[in-house]
């Protein structure tokens, strides 16, 4: 147990469709954020929210996407008209857990776009 | 999106030997972790650095945060076949809010054969 959950950990669709995962933190963090791993690369950075504002969106970030976090606590990132090139990891993080300057990531919502 | 430098790509060695891998950065970081990732799951983080010279042990795990600031290795030492996995390194300038944003490396991809 990460305390990160992630939903659904598999996605497949189909070029065009909508998507969105949903991330869980366990216990009420500050800061969460979205990466993106795409196959045979490490993480990298989409967007962070300090409770509901979200403050940082990494330019991979297009208009396709757009990330929420209602009430501070629980995340959306949905994604429009996915392409296959949107095909990938998406993991959700919070920080501490294990030290200052830490990310506790969770399992991830594997996305695969036909 | 900037990822650090991280070598080798992938090691494949016989269980007992002992591994090293390393990452460099143009950047300096205030912070270095090493995170672990099995197939499937989110990385888990194994090491956190937080000095320059700083040398830290985690059981058969050993990492440095490198003195220029802009790099750091691990070594595991008597290698297992439950230490197969991908090895990331990351880095952060650290402080509060988006400076717990991690810039990754692309990993080495560790196979231990029994």
């Known amino acids: 147990d990460t305390g990160v959950s992630q939903n659904p950990r598999h996605k497949i669709t189909k070029r065009g469709q909508n998507v969105t995962f949903r991330c869980d933190p366990i216990?009420?963090?500050?800061?969460l954020y979205w990466y993106r791993q795409t196959l045979g690369q490490g993480p990298e950075f989409l967007t962070y929210f300090q409770n509901e504002a979200q403050l940082e969106k990494s330019r991979l970030l297009s208009d396709r996407f757009s990330a929420e976090r209602p009430k501070g606590s629980f995340s959306t990132l949905e994604i429009q008209r996915t392409e296959q090139g949107d095909s990938a990891m998406y993991l959700c993080?919070?920080?501490?857990?294990?030290?200052?300057?830490?990310?506790?990531f969770g399992a991830g919502s594997r996305l695969t776009v036909l | 999106g900037q990822q650090l430098n991280q070598s080798p790509q992938s090691m494949f060695i016989q269980e007992g030997e002992d591994v090293s891998m390393n990452c460099t950065s143009s950047?300096?970081?205030?912070?270095w972790l090493w995170y672990k990732q099995e197939p499937g799951e989110g990385p888990v983080l194994l090491i956190a650095?937080?000095?320059?010279?700083e040398l830290t042990s985690n059981g058969r795990l050993t990492a440095q945060f490198g003195i220029t600031r802009k790099d750091s290795f691990l070594n595991i030492s008597a290698s297992i076949p439950s230490d197969v996995g991908i090895y990331f390194c990351a880095g952060t300038r650290g402080g509060g809010g988006s400076n717990y944003k991690l810039t990754f490396g692309k990993g080495t991809l560790l196979t231990v054969n029994p």
């Open positions: 216990s009420e963090h500050n800061r």
């Open positions: 650095l937080y000095k320059a010279g």
């Open positions: 950047s300096i970081f205030n912070t």
């Open positions: 993080a919070i920080d501490g857990g294990s030290g200052a300057n830490v990310l506790t």
